[in-house]
């Protein structure tokens, strides 16, 4: 029982602050007074973030960044222009700007830099509008944590669920733009923290419609490349290869790796946004494939958002841990669990990155032993 746990270091400070009273003194006591109104501010951020969240949402649906691009505007112009009264919609614009998205001069709003960046970065708003689904299955977190039989965000990205030919392709469709969208700050971050320098070919498994290998392409000229994705989807991947002048570099293979043998001739194999959507147990399948599929020497790497372990990080142990409940099939790890996977699967050299940015991707990488030793699984 909690209660019978030995007091642990710090337990006194945490009942004093807890004391009622205490922290009206605390607000006002000059030494402590600081640190108080600081954290009540953070402890009312929290209260508060989902009503952030949700004017974000109505400023995306209203599309009020890019309406301010051209320029300032009032309150009712902007309110004339989608159809709200001026008084509710100064009520947004406000907030916009107390989020510090707007900024009001002279009775006008006009974006403010962080607005501007919410615009410049690729499918950021196509991500906001996907939370209605995300929101919706959260309405009762306490229902969510206990195991509802169905959500909507599963429906939403029914792949994983994943036998062939039970996604519709114009779902397909949407959740591989949502996805492809996203993917040039994964691939940026992923290139910063990896050197594909001496790989010849890189399978990419999972590899949507081919964001990934567009960049890694861009990066390395002379690399070889492979994607691997379902029938639904990795065919879509051909026209961006033809855009971007690869057809002749990538060859394009549609399959399950749950049911198909992985394609071969691979010195590199990247599973990019992938492992999170999947059970432990499919993760273990999985690693097992790509091990076999892999000459010794060859290089695993893995990028996604991960959870923080021991160090709790904002990003994975918040939205993607709860992101990935909702979808009901895998779960946001941590680098040491993603590295025990790896290791169970036979790899050594298992190498976790600092991330430059948690929200965006964290990347490992491990290679099958050069002598490979047979595996007792
Ligand atoms: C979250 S998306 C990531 C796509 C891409 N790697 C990226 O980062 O943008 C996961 C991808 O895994 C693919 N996928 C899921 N289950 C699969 C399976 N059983 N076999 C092959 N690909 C699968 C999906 O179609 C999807 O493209």
Redesign the pocket.
């Known amino acids: 029982m909690l209660d019978d746990a030995p007091a642990w270091r710090g337990g006194w400070l945490n009942r004093l602050v807890a004391r009622p009273g205490f922290q009206n003194w605390a607000s006002h006591f000059p030494l402590t007074r600081a640190r108080a109104r600081r954290d009540g501010a953070e402890l009312f951020d929290l209260v508060q973030g989902f009503v952030q969240s949700q004017a974000l949402m109505a400023l995306v649906e209203l599309d009020v960044f890019r309406r301010l691009r051209a320029g300032p505007q009032t309150a009712g112009a902007l309110g004339h222009a989608v159809d709200v009264p001026e008084d509710r919609m100064r009520i947004l614009l406000q907030a916009g700007a107390a989020m510090r998205l707007l900024k009001l001069r002279r009775g006008r709003y006009a974006l403010a830099r962080q607005g501007a960046a919410l615009m410049g970065v690729p499918g950021l708003a196509a991500m906001i509008r996907h939370h209605r689904a995300f929101y919706r299955d959260l309405e009762d977190p306490v229902a969510l944590l206990r195991g509802p039989e169905t959500t909507e965000l599963s429906g939403f990205w029914p792949?994983?669920f994943?036998a062939r030919g039970t996604v519709p392709e114009d779902v397909a469709r949407t959740y591989?733009d949502l996805?492809?969208q996203s993917?040039g700050l994964?691939a940026q971050d992923t290139l910063r923290a990896v050197n594909l320098g001496d790989v010849s070919t890189l399978l990419?498994?999972?590899?949507?419609t081919g964001?990934?290998l567009e960049s890694v392409g861009g990066a390395y000229p002379r690399l070889g490349m492979q994607l691997?994705?379902?029938p639904q989807?990795a065919p879509d991947a051909r026209e961006r290869f033809a855009r971007a002048g690869m057809a002749d570099r990538v060859e394009i293979f549609s399959?399950?790796?749950?049911d198909d043998p992985l394609p071969e001739g691979a010195d590199a194999i990247s599973l990019?946004?992938?492992l999170y959507?999947h059970s432990d147990d499919t993760v273990r399948d999985l690693m097992a494939l790509v091990y076999k599929a892999l000459p010794p020497g060859g290089r695993l790497i893995v990028s996604e958002p991960m959870a923080g372990g021991a160090r709790p990080d904002r990003a994975g142990d918040i939205y993607f841990a709860f992101y990935t409940m909702a979808m009901q099939t895998g779960r946001a790890r941590s680098a040491a669990e993603i590295a025990a996977l790896c290791a169970d699967a036979g790899f050594d050299r298992i190498v976790a990155r600092k991330p430059a940015r948690s929200f965006v991707t964290q990347t490992l990488t491990a290679r099958k032993p050069e002598a490979s030793a047979p595996k007792s699984v």
């Open positions: 792949y994983v994943g591989s996805m492809a993917q994964v990419d498994i999972g590899g949507g964001a990934f691997f994705d379902l989807v399959g399950s790796f749950r990019i946004r992938v959507d």
